[in-house]
C-alpha cells in the first residue's frame, strides 16, 4: 500500500496506480467476442470511479464481492469525459488495518455543525405547536443520522453522503435572510417545509453501499412518503403534548411536501396553491440549477474549449469562459 | 304544492311551474345597472336546475338559505343548451310534511344491491390477508355509508349520490369478467386496486349539501388521502390478526392508488409499474370516456342536428347520428 | 444434426451449439479496422436470435442468402441484455429433410380455433347488412389467410405469424363479454370495428420473411388501407345482395378504423366521435399496454433486481416483485 | 327597395338600411328573461351579416324560413368588432323580379378564366400517364363544378364560393413558377398534388346554402375522401386506357394528399416524405398564413391603432403600421 | 366635492360617490340595441377603476377627453370580482386647484430611497470596468427618470409608477444577501444583470397616461431594446474612459438580458448559459410567483370562501386559509 | 503525389488511397485498452472526411497540426452510413507547390454570379431609403466578403463556403418570382429582409478553418446580432444621407430578422407580426426542409432500400421510390 493515500479526486490521466478502494458494484459482462471482462465501480471518500479489466474468468474474480476492499492496479485514462481505470491486477485486503473514514464520502462540509444551524433555524420558529412538531423530528435520532448520511440523489458522481443535509441548510439560511423582503409569506411554516420537503428520501434511497432506489422509493416516491412521515410525527406530537395537532397546519406541511415539485410532469401531485408552497418550490429550483451549473463548469476536465460539452440533460453547453 | 310532483327531469322548455325544491345555493349578484338578481341552486332527486330570479333586495331574500326547502313559481326557458327556471316567487316551506327521498339525488340503481355485489366480490379474493384487509374496510360503518353516498365527482350536472359506488362495482364487474383473458395480471390486487383507487373521494369531497371539495381534497387530494386510508385500515388489521400485513402488497395497493390517473399530468405522481396498475389505469379511463359520450350524446336537447354542440372538454363534436 | 432439436427459446448463456435456423437476413459490415463480419438473423418457430461471425470475406459469404437453411456452430452469449450466437461456421444446407413448421413462427394459440372464435362472433351480428359485408370480408380466402399469418406488428422479437388474430379475438371477446355493462355502445358495430380496425396490416405488412413495412404501408398507412377495403367489399356486398348498403353505417365503419389510435398525435386523422370508436380506441389501448408490461416482465432475463431495466419506450422501470 | 343596391360590403356602422337579403339560417332564441329574439344570417354576393330582431313570437317569424329571401328594416351597429343590423322589421319578397347574382357570393376573380388556368397546367403535365388521370378528373363536369363553387373553408366571413379554386390556381403558379429553382422536385407530381390536395372538400362541405360540413366530412375528412377519389379515377382510366395505371405513381398522389397537413397534429396521419410532399406542404402553409395575416389586416374596422385586435387564432396582434 | 377625498383604494360595493378623477381612458360602445354608453378609465394615485355611463349620446360625451379631470357621481358596485362605478354624471373640472400628487400612481415606497438604495449597490461593484458601464446609465437623468416612473408591466390592476424599480431593488437586495451562499456566481455581473434586464421596458411601455406597448416594443421586444441599451452605454463608457470595454463582460451582459426568460417559450431567444444567466432567470422568477400569489390572496374581495376564484393564468385556485 | 487529384466527393468505398488533404482537425484518444488512436478531420473543396489511425504515439503526432497539409495512405471504408479512411501513414508536406483551390470548399455556383444577382435584385429596389441602407451594406467589402465565403449552417456535412450566398439568393429569387401573386406583401421590404435575416451568421459562425460557433454566436445569436448590424448601418446610412432614416422601416426590417424563425421554440424573441415577416419565415422554412430532404435522398450511400435511414432530426424515413 502506498504512503500517502492517492485519492480519486486527484488522479490524473495517464498516471499508474497502486491503491485500496471499497468495492461498490462488481460485474462480469461478455464483449463481442464472448469474452468476459470486469466492470469493478469503486470509491473511497472523495470519489467513485469505475474500473475495467479485460480477459478475466468466473473462477479468477469469484474471491472479490461488493462490499469488499480491493487492492487494485492500473492505470488511470480519459475514456469519453470521465477518467476510468484499466486494471491489471485485483486482489481482496483485510479491513483491519485502514481507516473507514478513507472510504466513506461525506459532505465537504462538517456535519455536526450544518445539523446545528439547522436545529437553531427549527427551534427559532416562533408558532409553538410547529416547533414541537420540528421537536419531534429532531429528537428521533435514527432518521436524523440517516438525514446527515443521504446523499441529494442517486447520480453516482455527485452523490456523497450530507449532501441533503447540505442543500437543505442552504436553502433555509436562504429562506432566513430574504424572510423581511417578503412579508407576506410566513416564514415559521417556510422553514419548517424547507426542512421536510426532501426528507422522504430517507427511505426512497439505500445509501448504505452504492446509492440506489428503495422499492418503495420507486413505487410510492418522496412526496407521498414524506407526508406518512408528517402523520406519523403528528400522532406523536399530540401524544406527547396531550393536545390536537392544528389541522390546518398539517394540511399545509403536506401541502408543502406533496407541491415542492412545482408541475404534475415533474411528479408533484398538486400545484403549489400558498405563499409559502410557491416560494419553496423556486428556492428549490434556484439551488439545483445554480448548483448544477456550477458544477458542470467546474467539473468539466476539457481546458481547451471555452464552452463545455453539450449537456443533454440541461439541453444547452455552459460558457466557461474565454479568459 | 301540486298533487304529482313535477321532477327536475320532467321539465320542459316553456312550462310553468309552482314546485318544492331544495335549495342547494343561494347567490346575489348585481346586474350591469347595479340592481339585485338572485341565482338559485335548487334540487330534487333527479337533477339540479338553477332558478334566476330578478330585482330582488337582500331582505326580502334574507328569509331563505341554502338547505332551506322553497317553494317556487316560474317559468321554465332553455339557455345556451340548459334548462332554468325565471322565478317569480320563492318562500321557504316547512319540510315536515316533505318526503326526504323526494331531494336526494341517488343512483339509478338499488344501492345495497350494489354494495352487495361490491362484497360479494371482495370476499372472494382468495390471499387471505388481502382479503382480511379489504373486510377492514367493509365494517368501518361510517367509510361505507359515505362511500355507497358519494358522487362520482363534483361537477352539478351529472353528480349524484351513489355515483362512485356505480362506477367502481362496473370497473369490478369488468375486471371479473376478463380476468382469465390476461392471465398475467393479478385478479386478486386488481379487483382491491379498483375498490380502493377512488376511496378518498370520501374526504376530498364534502357531498351533504351541494358538492364541493374540501380544503383536504384540494390541497393533498384524493389519492393521496387514500395512500393514508391504507396505512390507518393496514395498523388496524394488523392489530386484528396479531401479525403482520405483507409490505410488498401494501406497497402494490399504495402504488395501485397513486398511479391510477396514468400520466404525471394528470395528477398521478408515479407512472403505473405493474400490470395490476396500469389495467387498472386503462380500466378506468375507459369507463369514464365511454361514460362520458353517452351522456353527452343523451343529453343533448338539440335535435336538430346530427351532432352535439362542441365541447370544449372533449375537444370535439359527437355524432349522434343521422337516422 | 443433433437428435433432439435446440430451439431458439431455449438457449442459455454460455452453452455451445450446433443446429440449423432459417436464415431471415444477411448482412456484411466493416469495423473500425475495415474487416468484415457477419451479422445474421435467424429464427426457428420458437424466436428469431442473431449470429456474429468475425473476419468474413464477401467471397465465403456468398454461398449463403437470406431465406436459405443454414447450419451454424458457435458459442451463446448474453449481451446487452439479449443472446446472441457468436458463430464459428455456418453453411448452408439442403431444405428437403427438414420440417416446415419448425422454421415458422406461429401463434402460441391454435389458429383455426382462433378464426372459428372470430367467425362465430361475427356471424352472431343481428344487423343483417352489417353480417353480410363481415361474411364478405370472411369468405375472402387469401385475405383471411394473410390475416391469419400477420403479425401484431413489425419489431422483431414479439412479432410471429397469428400475432394479429390474437390480439383481435381477445378484443372481440371483450368487447362481448362487457357489451351488457354498456347498452349506449352498439355492440354489433363495435364487434365489426374490432374486426376491422388492423386489417389494413395486412398490406402494411410483409410477412413472409422477415416482418418489414411495405411501401403502401410506410406512405398510406393501415388506417386508409383499412378504408380502402372497406369501400371495397362495401361495393361487392352491394353487387352480391342487389341492395345500397346503408351509407351512414359504412361512415360509422370507416370512423372507427381511422380513428381508432385515439389521437392525432398516434396518426389518427380523425377523433373518435362515437361510443363506439372511443371504446374500441380503449379496448386496444388496454390489451397493448398490459400485453406490453407483462411481456417486458416475463422476457426480463435478470434475476437480480425487482425491477426491469428501464424501457425508453415506456419511459420507466416496471416492478417485478421482491419474492 | 331602393335604387340602387346597398351591398352588405359597404354598409357603415350607424346607418339605417331598407333593403333585400338571402336568409341563410334563422334561429329563436330566449334571452335571460324567457323573451325570444329572432337571430338571422343573412347574405348578398359580397357577404354575411348578421340581424337581430328583440320580442319576436314564433308565430310572426313563422312566415320565414332559411333559403328565402328577405326584405328587412333596421340599424346598422359595430358590435365587438363586427357589424349586425338590429332590425326592426322583416318579411318575405318574392324572388322573381331578384338577380340570382345579387345574392351569389363569388370569387373576386373570373371563375371560367382561373379553370382556364388550371386546365392548361395540368394537360402540361408531360407525364402522359399522370395528364391521363388528371384528364379523367377534369372531364367529369358534376366534380368540376363543384369544385369550383366550394370556399376554401366553412368560416362564415371569408367563405365563398369559388375561394377553393383560387387557392388552388394561385398555388399552382407559385409551383410552376419555382420550378427550375428546385430540380430535385418533380413538377409533374407537385402540380397533380396541387390540384388533388383539397379536392375531398367538394363532400366534406356542403356549400349550396349556408357552409357546413357534412356527416362524411366530419366523420372521414377531406384528406381521406381525397384518396377514395383518386382510387375510383384510377379505376376509370385504367378502364379507359386499357393498361394499368403505375401503382407507384398512385402510391405517391395519395401520400401528397394524406401528408399535405405536414403534422399528425393537424390531422395527417402521415408525415410528409417524398421532396413533393413536403413541398407542397409549405407552399399550402405560406399561401394560408400570408392570406390571413393579410385579410385580418384589411378586414381590421378599427382605424385608432396601428395594431389589430389579438386574435385568439393566430395568437398575437398583427401591425398595420404606422403610417 | 367632497372635504376628504375618497380614494379608489378605499372604494366599497354599494356606495355613492361623488368625486374627481383623472380620465385615462375613454370609449363609446353601442350594446346589443345600438344603445351608446360610455367605459371610462378613470385613476387616481391609489387605483384604476372604470366606471359605465348608460344612454349617452356622441354629442354629450364630446366635451371631456382622455387626460382631462373628471368629476362624476355614481354608485360603486362589484361586478364579476371587480369594482365598476355606475356613472349617472361626469363633467370635466378645471386642474388648478387639483394637487397632481392625488391622481399619480405611485410606488408604495419612495422612489428616491429605492433609488439610492439601487445606486449604492451598482456603486459597490468592485470591477472597474463594469462600475464605470453602471455610471453611465445612472448618470443618464432622463434614463433614470423614466426608469424611476415605470410600471412593471402593463396590466391595469397592479401596474403603478415605481413598480419596476421596486422589483429590481427587491431582486437586487435578494441577491446581494445570498451571495456568500453561491461563492460560484460572478455577485458583481449578477447585480449588473438585476438592474439591466428589464431596462428595455422603458422603451417598450409608454406610461405617461395609461400604460400600454408602443410600436417598438411589440415588434421588438424589451430583451433585444435592452441590448441596443447596452451597446449605447458601452460606446459611451469607451468615449469617456479611452479605453475598450472588455468585449467577454459585454458579452455576458447581454446575454444576462436575452436570456432572463430563461425559455424559448417565453420569448428568450437564448437559454441561460453561465451561472449568473441562470440565478438571474430563478431569482426573478420567484419574485414575480411569490408577488402574484400573495397578491391574489390579498386582493380576493370575495370572503365566503377559503380559495380565491379560479384565476385562468396561475391554472390553479389558491389557499386563503380556514381562519 | 497522383497524377490526377482523387477528390473526397469520389470516393469509393474498399478503394486504396494515397492524397493530399487539408487537416481540419486533430485528435487524439485513448481506446478502451488506454491505446492511443488519431482521428483526423480533414478536407479538400469536394467535401470532409474523417481519418483514423491506430496504435500511434503522441510524439510521433506532434509534427502535424491542424491547418497543415498533409499526405495520407488508408483504405476508404464506409462505417455507419458514412466514409471513413484507416490511415496506416499520414505526413506534413509543404504547402508551396499545391493549389489552395483544392482544398477550399466553395459553392457549387459561381460566387460572383450569385452576388451579381443578389446586389441587382437589392438594388431594384423602389423605396429610396431603403435601397440606400442596403447600399451601405453592399459597399462595406470586408462584410460581403465575408458573407460570400459563409456556409448556411456549422455541420460538417453540408456546409460550405458560399452556402449561405446560395441559399440567400434562391429565396430572393422566389420572393421576385412569386411578387404578384401577393400584393398585399411589400416586395420592397421582403427582398431587403431576405438579405438581412442570416446576415449575422457572418459573427455567429467562424468559418476560416472547421465551421464552428463564436462565443458571440452562442451567446447572442444571429438574430440579435442582426440587429445590431442593421443599427450599424443605419446610423452610417443617415451620416451619409444626412437625413433620418425613417423610424419604422428600421424597425419593420428588425422585426424581420428577430422573427424568422416563426416560433418561440426555434429562438425567435418574436412571432411574426406583419405579412412579410410571416411571408419571409415560411419562404426561408419552405427552402431549408425542401433542400433537407433533397439532400437526404441524394446523399444515401445504401441502394438496396426503397428508403432512406430513419433520420432522428425530421423524425421520419424519406422516400426514394421504388424504380
Same mark, same amino acid.
Given at each position: 500500500?502506498?504512503?500517502?493515500?492517492?485519492?480519486?479526486? *486527484?488522479?490524473? +490521466?495517464?498516471?499508474?496506480?497502486?491503491?485500496?478502494?471499497l468495492l461498490v458494484d462488481k460485474q462480469?459482462? %461478455?464483449?463481442?467476442?464472448?469474452?468476459?471482462?470486469?466492470?469493478?465501480t469503486m470509491r473511497?471518500k472523495?470519489?467513485i470511479?469505475?474500473?475495467?479489466?479485460?480477459? &478475466?474468468?468466473?473462477?479468477?474474480?469469484?474471491?472479490?464481492s461488493a462490499g469488499d476492499?480491493?487492492?487494485?492496479?492500473?492505470? &488511470?485514462?480519459?475514456?469519453?469525459?470521465?477518467?476510468?481505470?484499466?486494471?491489471?491486477?485485483?486482489? @481482496?485486503?483485510?479491513?483491519?488495518?485502514?481507516?473507514p473514514?478513507?472510504f466513506q464520502p461525506t459532505s /465537504?462540509?462538517?456535519?455536526?455543525?450544518?445539523?446545528?444551524?439547522?436545529? /437553531?433555524? #427549527?427551534?427559532?420558529?416562533? +408558532?409553538?405547536?410547529?416547533?414541537?412538531?420540528?421537536?419531534?423530528?429532531?429528537?428521533? !435520532?435514527d432518521l436524523m443520522d440517516s438525514f446527515s448520511r443521504a446523499p441529494a440523489g442517486v447520480k453516482a458522481h455527485h452523490a456523497y453522503q450530507g449532501g441533503l443535509l447540505?442543500h437543505?441548510?442552504?436553502?433555509?439560511?436562504?429562506?432566513?435572510?430574504?424572510?423581511?423582503?417578503?412579508?407576506?409569506?410566513?416564514?415559521?411554516?417556510?422553514?419548517?417545509?424547507?426542512?421536510?420537503?426532501d426528507l422522504g428520501k430517507v427511505r426512497e434511497m439505500a445509501f448504505e453501499g452504492a446509492f440506489t432506489y428503495t422499492d418503495e422509493g420507486q413505487l410510492i416516491g418522496h412526496l407521498v412518503i414524506g407526508?406518512e412521515m408528517?402523520?406519523?410525527? &403528528?400522532?406523536?406530537? !399530540?401524544?406527547?403534548?396531550?393536545?390536537?395537532?392544528?389541522?390546518?397546519? %398539517?394540511?399545509?406541511?403536506?401541502?408543502?411536501?406533496? /407541491?415542492?415539485?412545482?408541475?404534475? +410532469?415533474?411528479? /408533484?401531485? @398538486?400545484?403549489?396553491?400558498?405563499?409559502?408552497?410557491?416560494?419553496?418550490?423556486?428556492?428549490?429550483?434556484?439551488?439545483?440549477? &445554480?448548483?448544477?451549473?456550477?458544477?458542470?463548469?467546474?467539473? *468539466?476536465?476539457?481546458? *481547451?474549449?471555452?464552452?463545455?460539452?453539450?449537456?443533454?440533460?440541461?439541453?444547452? @453547453? #455552459?460558457?466557461?469562459? %474565454?479568459?
Open positions: 500500500m502506498t504512503m500517502t493515500r492517492r485519492y480519486v479526486q *486527484d488522479l490524473q +490521466d495517464g498516471e499508474t496506480i497502486e491503491e485500496v478502494f462480469l459482462r %461478455a464483449n463481442r467476442n464472448a469474452d468476459l471482462y470486469l466492470l469493478a473511497d472523495t470519489g470511479i469505475n474500473g475495467l479489466m479485460w480477459n &478475466v474468468s468466473e473462477e479468477s474474480m469469484a474471491q472479490i476492499h480491493v487492492q487494485i492496479k492500473g492505470k &488511470v485514462q480519459l475514456y469519453q469525459g470521465s477518467l476510468q481505470v484499466i486494471v491489471t491486477r485485483i486482489t @481482496k485486503v483485510a479491513s483491519d488495518n485502514l481507516d473514514e478513507d /465537504s462540509q462538517n456535519v455536526s455543525e450544518l445539523l446545528e444551524q439547522l436545529k /437553531s433555524r #427549527l427551534l427559532g420558529i416562533d +408558532d409553538p405547536q410547529l416547533r414541537s412538531l420540528m421537536e419531534c423530528f429532531l429528537i428521533d !435520532e447540505e437543505v441548510v442552504r436553502l433555509m439560511e436562504m429562506a432566513w435572510r430574504i424572510g423581511d423582503l417578503y412579508p407576506e409569506v410566513d416564514t415559521n411554516l417556510l422553514l419548517a417545509g424547507v426542512f421536510l420537503h407526508v408528517i402523520n406519523e410525527k &403528528v400522532a406523536e406530537v !399530540e401524544k406527547l403534548t396531550n393536545e390536537p395537532f392544528p389541522v390546518e397546519t %398539517a394540511l399545509r406541511l403536506k401541502h408543502l411536501v406533496l /407541491s415542492h415539485h412545482g408541475q404534475y +410532469d415533474y411528479g /408533484s401531485p @398538486k400545484l403549489p396553491m400558498t405563499p409559502e408552497a410557491i416560494a419553496l418550490h423556486h428556492l428549490d429550483n434556484f439551488d439545483a440549477k &445554480v448548483h448544477e451549473f456550477a458544477r458542470s463548469i467546474e467539473d *468539466d476536465p476539457n481546458t *481547451d474549449s471555452h464552452w463545455t460539452p453539450f449537456s443533454p440533460r440541461l439541453d444547452r @453547453k #455552459l460558457f466557461k469562459g %474565454a479568459n
